[in-house]
Protein backbone atom coordinates (compact mmCIF):
# COMPACT_ATOMS: atom_id res chain seq x y z
CA UNK A 1 0.00 0.00 0.00
CA UNK A 2 1.20 3.10 -1.39
CA UNK A 3 0.91 6.40 1.57
CA UNK A 4 1.06 10.04 1.47
CA UNK A 5 0.96 11.88 5.02
CA UNK A 6 0.55 15.43 5.25
CA UNK A 7 0.82 16.80 8.17
CA UNK A 8 2.62 20.72 9.18
CA UNK A 9 4.89 19.38 11.83
CA UNK A 10 7.63 17.37 10.77
CA UNK A 11 8.07 15.68 14.21
CA UNK A 12 4.68 14.34 13.75
CA UNK A 13 5.73 12.96 9.40
CA UNK A 14 8.61 11.51 10.48
CA UNK A 15 7.28 9.55 13.40
CA UNK A 16 4.44 8.53 11.62
CA UNK A 17 6.45 7.27 8.71
CA UNK A 18 9.05 5.25 10.95
CA UNK A 19 6.13 3.66 13.17
CA UNK A 20 4.49 2.65 10.20
CA UNK A 21 7.68 1.32 8.01
CA UNK A 22 8.79 -0.52 11.66
CA UNK A 23 5.11 -2.74 11.76
CA UNK A 24 4.23 -2.93 8.01
CA UNK A 25 5.75 -3.52 4.44
CA UNK A 26 3.59 -0.54 2.99
CA UNK A 27 5.57 2.70 1.61
CA UNK A 28 5.50 5.91 1.75
CA UNK A 29 4.93 7.88 -1.52
CA UNK A 30 5.02 11.42 -0.38
CA UNK A 31 5.05 13.94 2.31
CA UNK A 32 3.23 17.14 2.39
CA UNK A 33 3.67 19.98 4.93
CA UNK A 34 0.22 21.88 3.91
CA UNK A 35 -2.66 21.37 2.45
CA UNK A 36 -1.66 22.88 -0.95
CA UNK A 37 1.20 20.62 -1.14
CA UNK A 38 -0.81 17.75 0.16
CA UNK A 39 -3.14 18.20 -2.77
CA UNK A 40 -0.10 18.24 -5.77
CA UNK A 41 1.44 15.30 -4.12
CA UNK A 42 -1.67 13.27 -4.16
CA UNK A 43 -2.96 14.03 -7.75
CA UNK A 44 0.62 13.33 -9.01
CA UNK A 45 1.20 9.76 -6.82
CA UNK A 46 -2.09 8.43 -6.66
CA UNK A 47 -2.14 7.04 -3.54
CA UNK A 48 -4.00 4.57 -2.07
CA UNK A 49 -3.58 5.71 1.47
CA UNK A 50 -4.12 9.55 2.73
CA UNK A 51 -3.06 10.73 6.35
CA UNK A 52 -3.92 14.17 7.00
CA UNK A 53 -3.73 16.66 9.76
CA UNK A 54 -6.79 18.30 10.03
CA UNK A 55 -5.58 22.08 11.13
CA UNK A 56 -2.48 22.95 8.19
CA UNK A 57 -1.40 26.22 6.68
CA UNK A 58 -3.14 27.87 3.44
CA UNK A 59 -6.04 24.53 3.00
CA UNK A 60 -7.27 22.65 5.99
CA UNK A 61 -7.42 18.67 6.14
CA UNK A 62 -10.91 18.50 5.53
CA UNK A 63 -11.21 20.64 2.40
CA UNK A 64 -8.17 18.53 1.14
CA UNK A 65 -10.56 15.47 1.56
CA UNK A 66 -13.68 17.12 0.07
CA UNK A 67 -11.03 17.79 -3.11
CA UNK A 68 -9.52 14.53 -3.13
CA UNK A 69 -12.76 12.64 -2.61
CA UNK A 70 -13.52 13.93 -6.45
CA UNK A 71 -10.16 13.99 -7.62
CA UNK A 72 -8.50 10.61 -5.89
CA UNK A 73 -11.68 8.67 -5.44
CA UNK A 74 -9.71 5.19 -4.83
CA UNK A 75 -7.29 6.87 -1.78
CA UNK A 76 -8.68 6.11 1.43
CA UNK A 77 -8.10 9.55 3.82
CA UNK A 78 -7.57 9.41 7.41
CA UNK A 79 -7.68 12.41 9.49
CA UNK A 80 -5.49 12.54 12.19
CA UNK A 81 -6.02 15.72 14.69
CA UNK A 82 -5.99 16.77 18.69
CA UNK A 83 -9.80 17.00 18.77
CA UNK A 84 -11.74 14.42 19.97
CA UNK A 85 -12.24 11.69 16.79
CA UNK A 86 -15.79 10.71 18.07
CA UNK A 87 -17.17 14.50 17.70
CA UNK A 88 -15.27 14.51 14.29
CA UNK A 89 -16.07 11.81 12.80
CA UNK A 90 -19.28 12.58 11.03
CA UNK A 91 -17.93 16.45 9.79
CA UNK A 92 -14.48 14.31 8.48
CA UNK A 93 -16.93 11.92 6.95
CA UNK A 94 -19.31 14.46 5.07
CA UNK A 95 -16.03 15.74 3.78
CA UNK A 96 -14.87 12.56 2.66
CA UNK A 97 -12.46 10.82 5.14
CA UNK A 98 -13.13 7.20 5.82
CA UNK A 99 -12.20 7.45 9.62
CA UNK A 100 -10.16 10.12 12.17
CA UNK A 101 -7.46 9.22 14.70
CA UNK A 102 -6.41 11.13 18.00
CA UNK A 103 -2.72 12.56 17.70
CA UNK A 104 -2.58 11.40 21.25
CA UNK A 105 -3.35 8.17 20.53
CA UNK A 106 -1.21 7.35 17.25
CA UNK A 107 1.14 4.70 18.69
CA UNK A 108 -1.73 2.62 19.71
CA UNK A 109 -4.77 3.51 17.62
CA UNK A 110 -3.28 4.44 13.76
CA UNK A 111 -2.01 0.79 12.77
CA UNK A 112 -5.72 -0.55 14.03
CA UNK A 113 -7.71 2.23 12.00
CA UNK A 114 -5.88 1.80 9.04
CA UNK A 115 -6.08 -1.52 9.18
CA UNK A 116 -10.15 -1.07 9.50
CA UNK A 117 -10.98 0.94 6.80
CA UNK A 118 -8.15 -0.29 4.26
CA UNK A 119 -7.65 -4.02 4.25
CA UNK A 120 -5.27 -4.92 1.85
CA UNK A 121 -4.35 -8.45 1.74
CA UNK A 122 -0.82 -10.09 2.84
CA UNK A 123 -0.24 -6.85 4.72
CA UNK A 124 1.29 -7.04 8.22
Do not use: Y
Not at 5 to 12: F, K, L, P, R
Not at 59 to 79: K, M, W
Request: net charge negative.
Amino acid sequence: MRILIADDNEWVRQAVIRMISSKTNWTFCGEAADGTEALKKARIFLPDLILIDINMPGINGLEVSRVLRQEVPTATIVIMSQHDPARLLPVAIEAGAHACVDKSCLASDLLPTIKCVRPVAGDS
